[in-house]
């Protein structure tokens, strides 16, 4: 799903960038754009990252996870 249109960054790139080592909006937007411009899609990417931050697994089974892998493989 499109979560910031006027970068066109999907909830799975923010996602990504979570992964990859992002903790807070600002490194979130530096990492993908999001939020950088009309700021509507910040409240979701802090939605995200609250989500993130409350994971206590591995995430090996995390559908997302999957998904991500699977898409980055093809």
Same mark, same amino acid.
Do not use: H, K
């Given at each position: 799903?499109?979560?910031c ?41 802090? #939605? #995200? ?15 997302? #996870? ?9």
């Amino acid at each position: 799903m499109v979560l910031c249109i006027c970068r066109s960054v999907t909830d799975r790139e923010v996602d990504a960038a979570i992964r990859e080592g992002a903790r807070s909006l600002g490194e979130v937007a530096r990492a993908s754009g999001a939020g950088t411009d009309c700021g509507c899609c910040t409240s979701a990417i802090e #939605q #995200q990252l609250e989500r993130a931050a409350r994971c206590t697994s591995d995430c090996a089974n995390c559908p997302r #996870q999957t998904a991500a892998v699977a898409s980055a493989a093809l």
